[in-house]
């Protein structure tokens, strides 16, 4: 038995991937996808939040973001799933039930939060302060002027970040199964690692990995497109118009000025 014989066996055996796609479809993509987008929506609710302790010129509110963001951002991420999973996990029991499933998107928010503080924080923090001073200047106050004007500026500038941060979590939820989900609950990777014990070779589990290619590769070209776009500002083409069109309106009014001024004489 040749090499690629022995590769496409372990790797691409085609019977045993059409035995577990059913099951990747149905349950492995759908909980990654639950998964992924309600732990980006927490972390992106409590990252703004930490974002604006961050940069609030009260030291008690800067003190504790640093702290957490630091804390969060340093741990590994499957140490903090299993402390959440399994510390919270009696407490969790009383709200809702055995499953670990609300702890693991707890616990992936927390991470995200971190990261996602700093970007805004960033992002924040680059617009400039010409843009709070005009907002002064018309009246508005600090809360308004950083909801209206600041705050989506620099949501703005950050988006390819948040977009990778996003791509970030995805992976990461791949880390729940250590917080040993119902059957139901699986995610790709637990389907496919579950499907590989069982067929005695790595294929269900390479059908996993081409699911999270699926899901990452467009949103990583959708961060190159939205990144190329906001840095060079581009803007959808229009029709070129020629400034003689204007020369001639301008003209015609300044000819007309004098005719309608004697006009208004005379009738005096």
């Not at 496409?8 to 759908?30: E, H």
């Not at 939205?226 to 581009?234: A, E, F, P, V």
Request: overall charge positive; hydrophobic content about 50%.
């Amino acid at each position: 038995m040749d090499l690629i014989t022995i590769l496409s066996r372990t790797f691409f055996d085609i019977p045993a991937m059409m035995d577990v796609l059913p099951q990747l479809l149905a349950t492995g993509l759908v909980n990654t996808i639950i998964i992924s987008v309600a732990a980006t929506v927490l972390g992106t609710f409590f990252g703004l939040i930490l974002a604006l302790m961050g940069i609030s010129p009260s030291r008690w509110l800067r003190v504790p973001a640093r702290l957490y963001t630091d804390l969060f951002r340093g741990l590994p991420s499957i140490l903090t799933i299993l402390l959440i999973g399994q510390g919270l996990a009696r407490f969790s029991y009383q709200l809702f039930g055995p499953t670990p499933y609300p702890l693991g998107i707890f616990a992936l928010s927390l991470i995200a939060s971190a990261y996602m503080g700093e970007i805004f924080r960033s992002g924040i923090q680059s617009i400039e302060q010409g843009q709070m001073e005009a907002c002064r200047a018309l009246g508005m106050s600090y809360n308004r002027a950083m909801r209206l004007v600041i705050i989506p500026q620099g949501i703005r500038r950050v988006l390819p970040a948040i977009v990778n941060q996003f791509i970030a979590i995805i992976k990461d939820s791949s880390l729940v199964y250590l917080l040993g989900l119902m059957t139901g609950q699986r995610e790709l990777f637990r389907v496919g690692q579950d499907a590989a014990v069982l067929s005695g070779n790595l294929s269900p589990l390479m059908l996993a990995g081409l699911f999270y290619l699926v899901i990452t590769v467009p949103l990583t070209h959708a961060v190159n497109y939205i990144d190329i776009r906001y840095r060079t500002g581009r803007r959808r083409a229009t029709a070129p118009q020629s400034g003689l069109k204007e020369v001639d309106e301008v003209d015609v009014k300044r000819a007309v000025a004098p005719t309608a001024s004697l006009t208004s004489e005379q009738g005096h």
